[in-house]
């Protein structure tokens, strides 16, 4: 799990970016219900993760933290993957192209879906984002 700071940025661009109903988006360790119906809604559930937090200078008491903010695109499996990969590019553009700011985002990918659970009934297509932010004391 990462720090609070370059979570709460990855969130703010996601949700500022309306690629999908903010309902319809799973937080870590907050409330959900999947969606119903038929078929049901597609849904986003996200990862956020620090994989390293470092000294940048021995003296200079500034730290570097590198992960990867992770959505997945979650659709009914055998609905097919044209929406899924439709939302997941709209999910990386939001990281793209933006101005100067603690949160840097160096690029990502659209990985290549597969089941996402063992009952078989959603189908996980994953964008990964990866991000460096500069904690300064």
Not at 23 to 47: D, K, M, Q, R, Y
Not at 106 to 131: A, Y
Request: hydrophobic share 35%.
């Amino acid at each position: 799990m990462s720090s609070f700071v370059p979570f709460d940025d990855a969130r703010t661009l996601l949700l500022a970016g309306n690629v999908i109903d903010p309902a319809l988006i799973h937080w870590p360790n907050e409330p959900f219900v999947e969606p119903t119906g038929e078929p049901p809604a597609i849904f986003l559930s996200i990862e956020c993760v620090g994989d390293l937090i470092a000294p940048i200078e021995m003296t200079g008491g500034a730290w570097e933290e590198q992960g990867c903010f992770y959505v997945h695109v979650n659709t009914p499996a055998g609905f097919g993957t044209d929406e899924a990969r439709k939302i997941a590019k709209n999910v990386s553009n939001l990281y793209r192209d933006l101005p100067p700011r603690n949160v840097v985002y160096r690029g990502g990918s659209i990985g290549n879906g597969q089941p996402s659970e063992p009952t078989g009934h959603w189908w996980q297509l994953t964008v990964s984002i990866d991000w460096i932010y500069q904690d300064q004391p």
